[in-house]
């Protein structure tokens, strides 16, 4: 007896988004719809969600393709850094503002890699807050508070 040879990482990570895409199309179901010319809150949502799905069908039919590679350890150091950032950023930006926030996030991040030092931290987090200040207060207008209640005396 033959016995199947699979990805077993691409068939877990297309389950994966399969189920994601097609709990938030459920989801999203519960809201207005609207056409493509009259979107409604909830079309945006299914279509990602739809594609989501669609992604992991490819993912998943693929998996069956040839024998992946096993599952190598898990980057601990990665997920330690990476996985609090967006929370540093999401707990703190209402206080902090847009600014002081987006450097602390970015200063988290940069520790994920283990060669990093805190001397390119600070340049790597100074020039990532300033092109992202650049292009979404002044190019794209977004209103948001700069500097937040926190920074001020």
């Known amino acids: 007896m033959n ?15 399969i189920g994601a895409g097609l709990f938030f199309a459920i989801q ?18 299914l279509v990602l969600a739809s594609l989501l799905v669609v992604l992991g069908l490819v993912i998943f039919i693929q998996s069956f393709r040839k024998e992946g590679e ?3 350890p898990l980057a601990w150091r990665g997920m330690l850094f990476i996985l609090p950032a967006p929370v540093v ?16 996030c970015a200063f988290v991040a940069c520790f994920a890699s283990q060669r990093m030092t805190v001397l390119w931290a ?10 992202s200040v650049a292009v979404f207060s002044y190019a794209l207008g977004l209103p948001f508070e700069r500097f937040g209640p926190w920074t001020r005396f």
């Open 3 to 17: 016995n199947p040879s699979f990805d077993r990482t691409n068939l877990i990570c297309g389950l994966v988004f």
């Open 28 to 45: 999203s179901l519960g809201l207005k719809i609207g056409t493509s010319f009259r979107m409604g809150p909830g079309y945006f949502p």
């Open 70 to 72: 096993p599952i190598g």
């Open 89 to 104: 950023f999401g707990l703190t930006v209402r206080g902090l503002g847009f600014v002081p926030s987006l450097f602390l």
């Open 122 to 131: 600070l340049v790597l987090s100074l020039c990532i807050t300033v092109f």
